[in-house]
């Protein structure tokens, strides 16, 4: 695999990938980069969905063996900001850089000198983790306003079992903490949790347990 990635997604097979490459080509071309093409049909809303390509993608990121990717849009990436927030992170640990066609700001980003660069990037991260939130919280309130109650248990709209699974526990935060206090940066302790755990974590949950052990 090439260290300039040019990654191509469609959610289904009735789509083509290929309607999205002209235009990522010419922005590899403005990049003056070569890139190698890698394109896969599978959904990028949730985690758990089986994404070979991608999976490779991100081992060789981890790896530091590839500096650049680049994507149609960031829903290429992922759907869901907060899975999109940490992929972000994990890209800004082992420097390699997003580009989007769709999202030209982040070229700006780069562009700029530093310290400025820095400061954007990370002012970009924050705002993408708070729309994240954001988002979380409309969902559950959807989701909240869908439950009943039937024989003294709550269920979803769907008859099942409801309640949420991915609180962390006292052990996690624990954990966080541990790995906060040996990192010394909270983007650096997020990406090693999610190394260990699902469901992903992001910044702002360290920050949220740090400032909860300090009451």
Not at 156 to 167: A, I, L, T, V, Y
Not at 169 to 175: A, F, H, T, V
Not at 194 to 212: A, C, D, Q, R, S
Request: charged share 30%.
């Amino acid at each position: 695999m090439k260290e300039h990635i040019i990654y191509l997604r469609t959610s289904t097979k009735l789509q083509e990938t290929e309607n999205q490459l002209p235009n990522c080509l010419s922005l590899s071309k403005e990049l003056n980069l070569e890139c190698e093409v890698l394109s896969e049909q599978t959904s990028a809303f949730k985690d758990s969905a089986k994404r070979i390509i991608f999976d490779s993608i991100k081992k060789e990121i981890t790896s530091n063996k590839i500096k650049t990717i680049i994507v149609w849009d960031l829903d290429r990436i992922y759907r869901n900001r907060m899975l999109l927030l940490s992929f972000f992170e994990l890209c800004k640990l082992h420097n390699c850089k997003i580009y989007s066609f769709r999202q030209k700001f982040l070229e700006d980003i780069y562009k700029s000198p530093a310290p400025w660069n820095e400061m954007l990037y990370n002012m970009m991260l924050f705002i993408l983790g708070w729309i994240a939130e954001d988002e979380s919280v409309k969902r559950s309130g959807r989701i909240k306003n869908a439950v009943r109650i039937v024989d003294g248990v709550t269920k979803s709209r769907k008859g099942n079992k409801w309640g949420r699974k991915d609180k962390l526990n006292e052990d996690n935060k624990k954990e966080i903490l541990i790995l906060y206090n040996k990192l010394k940066s909270m983007q650096k302790t997020a990406v090693k949790y999610n190394k260990l755990h699902k469901p992903y974590i992001t910044y702002g949950t360290v920050f949220n347990v740090i400032k909860e052990s300090k009451r």
